[in-house]
């Protein structure tokens, strides 16, 4: 865990840069070719880049696509919704949609992080 603990990723926006403590991230959504991260502790921060590139540098640190434009912290999530939409509730309130396809994958992850369900 330290060393998750300890990660930080350089966002750079082409107008401003910032250095975050990847912990402090909540979130990530696509847009089109823009990814928004999202945070508890500042505001969000949208840069020029996929979130493919991001899941595949968050992934090893804790992070999981829920759908093909989210990716969100795992440590973050305080409940799965079930039902005819999917959702994970993250710790800021922010609800976020759980594709089908990634639905036993999440809560596969989640039961692996100590999740009750």
Known sequence: MEL???????????????LVRVREIVRCESKGNSTTFYFNTMENFV???TIKEYDYLLKPLGFLRTH??????MSKIKRFYKGEE???????GDLVPVSQRRK????REMKNQEFIL
């Open 4 to 18: 998750i603990e300890e990660s930080k990723l350089f966002l750079n926006n082409g107008k401003s840069s910032v």
């Open 47 to 49: 840069v020029s880049k």
């Open 68 to 73: 093909q434009s989210h990716l969100v912290n």
């Open 86 to 92: 999917l959702k994970v509730m993250m710790d800021n």
């Open 104 to 107: 036993e994958v999440v809560l």
